[in-house]
């Protein structure tokens, strides 16, 4: 550990008047929650319905690293939230994120560095002021989106502990209602899947999926037909984050190879008990991903509505869960965290149908929005699968460039792990000037 004496930093948002050793500093935002974007978006004019929005909050790794700032005196890498520092070196960045449910704006608001995982009292300090900046700001905050990890997951129970409620927290007058998000749970239902059989029960009829019919099933396409032509070999391979590779791996066209050669080639009959659990995944990502346009072949990818087919599904994939087993019978938490999705969503609908809007779209309660950014500030770090060259001094560099330039929302990486996510920065260049 690399120590230095304990530095403290007054008050709990980050301006260009207040950061501690970087009061002079080039960088316009610095560590904390940002005071300077969110007195730019209260002048912003957005309308009632674009108003609507969800937190997002994810992490970066970093590479360990310490910098020296000549200019401003000062040392970047050591553990940093804004109103504290300390002698930890930091290797990971959390950032916090909001994004409009209507509108096609996202913007960061605040990030840390910290030595992983960060402490829960500062996560849940994090999430209180910015829901205050938010309000403040006149946003109305629906929801908050994060990964399933623990230390993410023990932060909003100890938030719905302190609200003594089951699904929303109380945040400054808002009932925020906590969220896990989709596409981590596939990616981590996909990772399960890869080194086990996975168990499942659908309509009422036991089966048992298997990775190994993927992978032969892949084998006699690349021999033959070349129908899943956007399989690769790497979409099959053990640990996988890249949620795009996940969802093509996953998804009803593999389904139906499946079940068209099933029985028919080497690939044998009980393939298509795997072809069900394709199917059944397909599914639930449509009803957790959809957009506010309509599509008559698959309802669930179209928005959610008091009538949409969302909550018949949501409740079906409930029991489907419940009873999802690893080899020899460990029910895995993840699958329960799929659950407690499924009810967060109820309560997001009832919520929103409730403020007298007729539909909104899944798709807005996912991390993609900050998974796109991750993507581009690692390649911009020169990083690569095998070194990470992101540190605390480049993704300071790169997150001030980003919130400047006029197109770096829209920017993707060469080789993104998410889809587009089709969103612009709220705040332009002049608003922060």
């Known amino acids: 550990m690399v120590t230095m004496h304990d530095t403290s930093v007054s008050g709990a948002t980050s301006d260009s008047s207040n950061a501690g050793g970087l009061k002079n500093s080039r960088h316009f935002i610095t560590p904390g929650v940002s005071k300077p974007i969110f007195e730019a978006i209260k002048k912003k004019s957005i309308p009632a319905r674009e108003r609507l929005c969800v937190l997002l909050l994810d992490e970066i790794d970093l590479a360990p690293h310490l ?92 938030l719905l502990e302190e609200s003594k409620s089951a699904h929303t927290i109380d945040l400054d007058g808002h009932q925020v209602v906590p969220l896990l998000d989709p596409g981590s749970l596939l990616l981590v239902t996909r990772n399960l899947f890869c080194e086990n059989n996975l168990q499942f029960v659908k309509d009422g009829i036991s089966k048992l999926a298997q990775w190994q019919h993927l992978v032969q099933a892949h084998k006699i396409d690349s021999e033959r037909s070349n129908y899943l032509a956007k399989i690769t070999k790497s979409h099959l391979l053990p640990e996988s984050m890249n949620l795009t590779k996940c969802v093509q791996t996953l998804s009803g066209t593999f389904a139906g190879f499946l079940n068209t050669i099933a029985g028919k080639t080497s690939l044998p009959v009980e393939a298509t008990q795997t072809a069900d659990l394709l199917f059944f995944l397909d599914k639930v990502l449509d009803s957790l991903n959809g957009t506010m346009e309509q599509d008559i072949h698959k309802p669930l990818r179209g928005p959610i509505t008091e009538l949409s087919p969302h909550s018949k599904f ?14 020899g019978g460990d029910r895995g938490n993840s699958f329960a965290k799929w659950v407690r999705t499924f009810d967060a969503f ?54 001030n460039l980003a919130l400047r330039s006029k197109d770096m929302a829209s920017r993707r990486a060469t080789e993104p792990k998410c889809e587009p996510d089709g969103l612009n920065f709220l705040l332009t260049v002049e608003d922060l000037s």
């Open 67 to 158: 910098d020296y700032l000549p200019k401003e005196d000062y040392i970047i890498g050591f553990e940093d939230t804004g109103w504290s520092r300390n002698q930890l070196v930091a290797d990971t960045a959390l950032v916090f994120m909001l994004r409009s449910i209507y509108g096609n704006w996202k913007q960061p608001v605040a990030f840390a560095f910290h030595d992983y995982p960060l402490n829960q009292k500062t996560q849940i300090r994090f999430i209180k002021e910015i829901a205050k900046e938010a309000k403040q700001a006149g946003l109305n905050l629906i929801a908050l989106v994060c990964t399933h990890c623990d230390h993410n997951v023990k932060a909003i129970d100890c």
């Open 314 to 327: 949501w409740s079906e994939a409930r029991e489907v869960f419940k009873q999802m087993t690893l080899p």
């Open 346 to 399: 109820e309560v997001i609908k009832e919520k929103i149908l409730g403020l007298g809007y007729d539909s909104f779209p899944a798709r807005s309660f996912n991390l993609e929005p900050l998974q796109n950014c991750f993507d581009l500030l690692s390649e911009q770090a020169g990083s690569t699968g095998c070194e990470n060259r992101l540190t605390c001094k480049k993704f300071s560099v790169f997150y």
